[in-house]
C-alpha cells in the first residue's frame, strides 16, 4: 500500500520518536578512551554535547543568516573554544555557564585552518557551558556545504537548495566540530518562503507562521551523530509516504511533479529496511527515512546517506517510464541499498576517524552487493558481479600509488581523496573473502555484535577485527584481516599439479601481482584459498608463503580460487592452463571469469601468453553467460586501443573483431523480447556499443535510422536501447547531427533529460565537435554543475584536449568543481592519455596547484600513462604475432 501522507498525518506519526537517550550514554562512556587517541585539527579541551541550530536562507541571493547555541564541556581550563568555520562571519557571540552567568567571546577566524577561535578573556574551568553566536555563510552553486541547484521545469526555471557535508562541509553550514568523532544531538529550525517543502534528518516537530509571510519549520532532535550526516533541503517538492513493517514512515522527496517517478526506489526502500533490519538485529532507529531526489550532478558522488534523509541526483534515483532501461533500475536499486546501509554502517556505528572510511564504504558496497543478489537473483544469475568488483579493485591495488584499505589520513583534502576504488572495491571485495573465510552465520554474528556495542558511538577497525575473533575463534582471523587491509597491493598465486598414485598434489606459492613494479620483492600475505577439481569438494587452504594441496583423482582439471571469493590473482603453470582452458565450458560461469579476467592481466604485464587470453576469448561459446560475453567484448576493446597508433592493422583487426561479436549479436537482435533477462538485455545494449565504436556499418545505420525516425516515432527509441542508441549515434556525430542534439538539449524541460542531452553533446569522436563542447562548458548554458560533466565526458574521448583545455581556463572551471575535489578532477581528465607528455603536464599542475599532500591522485594518473606506455610496446609484438596467425 502506498499513501500521500498528510501533514497531519506526518505529526501523528512523529508522536513516536524513539528514546535515544540511554544508548548514547553508553556509547559516550565506550568513546572515552579513543577520545586521547583519534585524529583531530581541533584542541582536545572542548567538546560538543547540543547544538540548536536555526536558519533563514535566502536563495536568490546565495546567502544564509544563521543563529546557533551549542551545549559543550569544557575537559581542561582554556581561554579559548575552537571549532571549525568556513566562508563565515560571527556577530553576538556570548557563553552561558551552567549558573546563568554571561561573558563575551572576541572571535577570529583562520581561513587556511578552516576554523574559528572564540576567546575570552578569564579562563573557563571544566564543566558545562553554552555558545550562542549569530553567523551568516554562502549558499554555493556545487553540491558542498548549502547549495543551490537550478533546474528547467515546464513552467520555467526553479530553485532548490541542499546540504552536502561528507567529508568536511558541514563547517559551511554550522561552525561545529565537524570531525565524525564529535557526535552531538542536532535541533534544526528553518525559515522558508511558504509553499516550500523543508526536508530534515527527524520528522517536523513544529510549524510557525511569520509575519512576513514566512513559515519557520522546526524538526525534532536527532539522534547522537556526526555532523557530516546532518541534511536539509528546501524547495517546491513532493512527497510519497508509506509506513514500513517496522512502523518507521518511509518517503521519497522530488521535484515538483515527479514523486511517482521515485516510487520503484520507494518499494525498494521497503525491501531493503526489511532486510537489513534482519540482517544487523537492529532495527533502524529512526522515526522516518525520506530519499530526496535533486537534480544536477556531482563529478563525484551520485548519493549521500544523511541520517534519515538520504540525498540522491535524480539521474540515480527518478525511472522516468519513457527513458529508464533495466541497467537504471537496477542502479536505483543498488544505490538505494548502499546509502541504506550506512544508517548502520556509517550513521549508527561511524569511524572515528577518516583512516577508517572503509568501515562506511567497503561495508555499505559490500552489504549492497549481497542484498541486491538476494532479492534480485534475476539481476545477476550467474553470481559473477563480486569478481567484477574485486578484480575491478585490484586494476588500481596493483600500482605503488596505491594506498592500504586502512590508511592514516591528515587533511581534509586527503580524507576527500580517500573515497575511491580501494576504500570501496577492495574494501568490499576483502569483506566478501573474510565473511567467505569464517562462514556467513559467524560473520553476522560478528557484525551485530559490532553494532550492539558501538551505538550511537564511533569505532575503529580493530573494534570490528575483536566482534569477529570472538564469533569465529581460532583461525588465524587476525592476521589474514591484518594482512589485507594494512597492506597495499595484490596476492599472486602461482599454481601447479602433479599426478601421484593417482590424486593431484597441488602446490601454491605466494608472490605479488603488480602492473609498474616488475622487480619488487613481494609482501607477504595469509591468503584463503579454494582449490577444487572439477565437480569434487571444494578444498580450503591458507596459504603462508606455500602450501600444498591433494585431491582425490588426476583426470579433472584444477582450479584455484573456486568461486571466487579470494582477493589474489592466480598464474597457473602453462599445462594446467591448457586443462582448464580445454574444459572451459563445463566451468560455472564465475570460475570462467575469473580465468578470463586474470588471464588478461597477467598477459597485460607479461606474465602469461597473449594468445592464451585470445584463444580464451575465441572460445566463449555463444550460449555462455551474458557476462562472459561482455568480458570478450571489453578484451576485443582493450586490442582496439593497443592497435591505435597502426590504423591498417586496426581497420583489419576491426573487421575480425566485429565478424565474432556480430555472431552473438544476431542471437539477440534489436528488439528486446519478453523473456530476456536482465543480463542479456545489458549485453544487447553493450554490443551494440562496442559494435557501434569498431564501425559496424549495420549497426551505425540502424542507430542513425532510429535516431531519426524518434522525432516523429518515439517507439523508434525503446527505454531499453534509448540511452545505447543515442550514445552510438553522438559518438559519430557531424557537424548537423551535433546541433540536432544541440537544439534537444536547449528545448528539454526535464532536468533529467537535459542533463542526459549535454552529456552526449560531449561525446563526439570528432576533435572539432568535442572542442565546441568544451567551450560550451564554460559558458554556464549547461547548467552549474553540467559543465564539469561535460569536460569529463570528453576527455574519455580526448583525454589530452581535456585536460589541457581545463588547466588553460582553470579559474573557470574551478568554479564548476567543488572545492576538495580539485586535487582529483583535473589529473582524472588526462588520466586515459596515451601520450607520455601529458603524465608530465599532470604532475607539473599537481606541483603548481595542489598542496603535497594532495598529489596522489596526479601521480597515480602519470604513473598509469606511464605504465600502460612500456607495457603497450611489450604486448604488441605477441598481439601481432597472434593477429598473422589468423592472417590480420
Ligand atoms: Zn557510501
Not at 30 to 39: C, I, Q, R, S, W
Amino acid at each position: 500500500m502506498r499513501r500521500i501522507l498528510t501533514f497531519a498525518a506526518a505529526l501523528a506519526l512523529a508522536g513516536t520518536a524513539p528514546c535515544f537517550a540511554s544508548a548514547e550514554r553508553g556509547a559516550e562512556a565506550a568513546g572515552e578512551a579513543l577520545a586521547a587517541t583519534v585524529t583531530t585539527q581541533l584542541p582536545r579541551t572542548v567538546r560538543p554535547v547540543h547544538y540548536a541550530i536555526d536558519v533563514a536562507p535566502d536563495a536568490g541571493a546565495l546567502r544564509f543568516d544563521g543563529r546557533v547555541s551549542i551545549d559543550l564541556e569544557v575537559l581542561e581550563a582554556t581561554d579559548r573554544i575552537v571549532l571549525q568555520a568556513v566562508d563565515m562571519t560571527f556577530s553576538d557571540s556570548a557563553l552561558v555557564d551552567a549558573g546563568g552567568k554571561s561573558r563575551r567571546a572576541k572571535v577570529s577566524v583562520d581561513a587556511a585552518r578552516q576554523n574559528a577561535s572564540f576567546t575570552f578573556r578569564r579562563k573557563l574551568k571544566p564543566g558545562r557551558y553554552t555558545l550562542a553566536t549569530r553567523y551568516s555563510g554562502r549558499i554555493g552553486t556545487q553540491a558542498n556545504g548549502l547549495f543551490a541547484l537550478d533546474y528547467p521545469t515546464a513552467e520555467g526555471s526553479r530553485r532548490a537548495l541542499f546540504t552536502q557535508f561528507e567529508n568536511s562541509d558541514a563547517r559551511r553550514f554550522v561552525p561545529s566540530w565537524d570531525e565524525p568523532f564529535h557526535k552531538a544531538t542536532f535541533d534544526l529550525a528553518v525559515t522558508a518562503r511558504d509553499g516550500d517543502m523543508v526536508v530534515g534528518n527527524m520528522p517536523v516537530a513544529s510549524v510557525e507562521d511569520l509575519a512576513d509571510g514566512r513559515r519557520k519549520v522546526v524538526f525534532q532532535t536527532t539522534p547522537r551523530m556526526s555532523t557530516y550526516l546532518l541534511f536539509l533541503a528546501i524547495g517546491e517538492f513532493d512527497r510519497i509516504a508509506m509506513p514500513s513493517d517496522g512502523d518507521v514512515e518511509i518517503g521519497v522527496v522530488a521535484q515538483r511533479g515527479k514523486a511517482e517517478q521515485a516510487l520503484f526506489a520507494l518499494d525498494a526502500t521497503a525491501d531493503i529496511l526489511r532486510a537489513y533490519d534482519d540482517y544487523f538485529g537492529v532495527a533502524y532507529p529512526l522515526p522516518k527515512l525520506d530519499n530526496i531526489a535533486a537534480p544536477g550532478r556531482s563529478q563525484f558522488f551520485s548519493a549521500m546517506e544523511n541520517w534519515g534523509a538520504i540525498f540522491t541526483f535524480e539521474h540515480s534515483f527518478l525511472l522516468d517510464p519513457a527513458i529508464a532501461s533495466t541497467a537504471d533500475r537496477q542502479r536505483v536499486f543498488s544505490l538505494t541499498a548502499h546509502e541504506i546501509a550506512h544508517q548502520w554502517f556509517g550513521n549508527l556505528v561511524t569511524m572515528a576517524w577518516w583512516d577508517d572510511l572503509w568501515l562506511n564504504e567497503g561495508f555499505a558496497t559490500w552489504l549492497a552487493g549481497r542484498t541486491t543478489r538476494a532479492l534480485h537473483p534475476e539481476w545477476d544469475r550467474s553470481g559473477v558481479r563480486p569478481a567484477f568488483t574485486s578484480r575491478g579493485a585490484m586494476g588500481q591495488d596493483a600500482y605503488a600509488t596505491s594506498h592500504p584499505v586502512v590508511q592514516h589520513v591528515e587533511t581534509v583534502e586527503q580524507a576527500s581523496q580517500a573515497f575511491d576504488g580501494i576504500t570501496y572495491g577492495k574494501g568490499a571485495a576483502v569483506i566478501a573473502m573474510l565473511e567467505d573465510y569464517v562462514g556467513e552465520n559467524a560473520w553476522r554474528e560478528g557484525v551485530r555484535s559490532y553494532i550492539r556495542r558501538h551505538a550511537y558511538g564511533n569505532a575503529v577497525t580493530d573494534d570490528l577485527w575483536r566482534a569477529m575473533e570472538q564469533a569465529a575463534p581460532g583461525r588465524q582471523f587476525l592476521a589474514v584481516a591484518h594482512d589485507f587491509t594494512r597492506q597495499t597491493g595484490v596476492p599472486l598465486i602461482r599454481a601447479s599439479s602433479t599426478c601421484v598414485d593417482g590424486r593431484t598434489v597441488v602446490t601454491l606459492a605466494q608472490g605479488e601481482f603488480t602492473m609498474d613494479r616488475p622487480d619488487k620483492t613481494p609482501l607477504h600475505w595469509r591468503v584463503p584459498v579454494s582449490v577444487r577439481a572439477g565437480e569434487g569438494e571444494p578444498v580450503r587452504v591458507l596459504v603462508d608463503g606455500t602450501a600444498r594441496v591433494e585431491l582425490p583423482g588426476c583426470e579433472a582439471p584444477v582450479r584455484v580460487n573456486a568461486g571466487q571469493k579470494g582477493y589474489f590473482r592466480t598464474l597457473y603453470e602453462p599445462t594446467q592452463f591448457k586443462a582448464l582452458a580445454a574444459d572451459f565450458a563445463a566451468l560455472p560461469a564465475v570460475d570462467q571469469l575469473g580465468l578470463m579476467l586474470d588471464a588478461g592481466a597477467l598477459a597485460g604485464v607479461g606474465l602469461q601468453p597473449e594468445a592464451d587470453l585470445l584463444d580464451l576469448a575465441m572460445q566463449v561459446p555463444l550460449d555462455a553467460a551474458p557476462e562472459l560475453w561482455q568480458l570478450v567484448s571489453s578484451t576485443l576493446e582493450e586490442i582496439d586501443d593497443l592497435l591505435r597508433d597502426d590504423a591498417q592493422r586496426q581497420k583489419a583487426f576491426r573487421a575480425f573483431a566485429r565478424q565474432h561479436l556480430a555472431a552473438k549479436f544476431q542471437t539477440l537482435g534489436w528488439e528486446v523480447r519478453g523473456e530476456d533477462d536482465a543480463t542479456l538485455r545489458q549485453l544487447r545494449t553493450g554490443l551494440i556499443r562496442t559494435l557501434g565504436l569498431f564501425e559496424d556499418p549495420q549497426v551505425l545505420a540502424e542507430a542513425r535510422r532510429r535516431f531519426d525516425a524518434s522525432s516523429s516515432d518515439p517507439a523508434a527509441l525503446p527505454a531499453e536501447l534509448r540511452r545505447t542508441v543515442l550514445g552510438v549515434v553522438a559518438r559519430g556525430a557531424d557537424a548537423g547531427t551535433w546541433d540536432r542534439l544541440h537544439a534537444m538539449a536547449r528545448g528539454e524541460v526535464s532536468a533529467m533529460l537535459r542533463d542526459q542531452y549535454y552529456g552526449l553533446l560531449a561525446s563526439a569522436a570528432d576533435a572539432a565537435l568535442a572542442r565546441r563542447a568544451l567551450d560550451m562548458a564554460l559558458t554556464g548554458e549547461p547548467g552549474a554543475t553540467n559543465g564539469a560533466a561535460m569536460i569529463s565526458g570528453v576527455s574519455f574521448e580526448h583525454p589530452d584536449l581535456a585536460f589541457d583545455f581545463a588547466v588553460a581556463h582553470r579559474e573557470q572551471v574551478d568554479r564548476l568543481v567543488d572545492s576538495t575535489s580539485r586535487a582529483r578532477y583535473y589529473p582524472r581528465l588526462g588520466a586515459g592519455s596515451r601520450k607520455v607528455e601529458t603524465a608530465a603536464n599532470i604532475r607539473a599542475f599537481a606541483e603548481r596547484h595542489l598542496d603535497s599532500r594532495s598529489r596522489r591522485e596526479a601521480e597515480t594518473a602519470a604513473v598509469g600513462i606511464e605504465t600502460r606506455a612500456r607495457l603497450r610496446e611489450a604486448r604488441l609484438p605477441h598481439v601481432n604475432a597472434w593477429l598473422l596467425q589468423r592472417g590480420i
